[in-house]
């Protein structure tokens, strides 16, 4: 497959997986599905896939672990311009610990802390919308496998 049709994929990969998060989230009232850092987290999964930052373990544990850092952080911390800071950094160093590094979860502790997120938000949108970015992403690299083998 030549660089425009993968872009072109890639693209289509991101519109879907952004398309239904937001679909989701536009028809529940109880829980959101979609966070700024999935746009940047679509770069990764379906602009290039076979990255180790665009992983199924990074993606999902990586927003998952730093997102709880927020929640955290939102309820027994407080959150100062010092804890945004002490935040961000606990998150790329959790990340680089567990070997769950994704750049866009960097985002997570000062989106959550800023907004006052609470418990729920590591489920929705956090853990089912990174699962959720994570199959399609499985998905479009099968069938990419499948059209390169024949």
């Known amino acids: 497959m030549n660089q425009y049709g993968f872009a072109l994929i890639s693209g ?5 997986a952004i398309g239904l998060l937001s679909l989701a989230d536009s028809m529940t009232t109880s829980g959101l599905w979609l966070m700024a850092p999935f746009g940047a987290t679509a770069v990764l999964v379906f602009g290039v896939p076979d ?39 606990l998150a790329v160093s959790v990340m680089l610990v567990t070997k769950t590094t994704h750049p866009p979860a960097g985002a997570n502790p000062l989106l959550i802390m800023l907004t006052g997120q ?17 199959l399609i992403g499985q ?3 099968m069938q990419r496998s499948r059209a390169l083998s024949q």
């Open 12 to 16: 289509l990969g991101a519109a879907v």
């Open 51 to 89: 990255s180790p930052l665009a992983q199924p373990k990074n993606v999902i544990f990586g927003h998952l672990l730093t997102a709880l850092i927020g929640v955290l952080f939102v309820n027994f911390v407080g959150v100062t311009p010092l804890t945004l800071a002490v935040a961000s950094g």
């Open 118 to 134: 609470s418990w729920s938000f590591l489920i929705t949108p956090v853990l089912l919308g990174a699962v959720v970015m994570v």
């Open 139 to 141: 998905l479009l690299k």
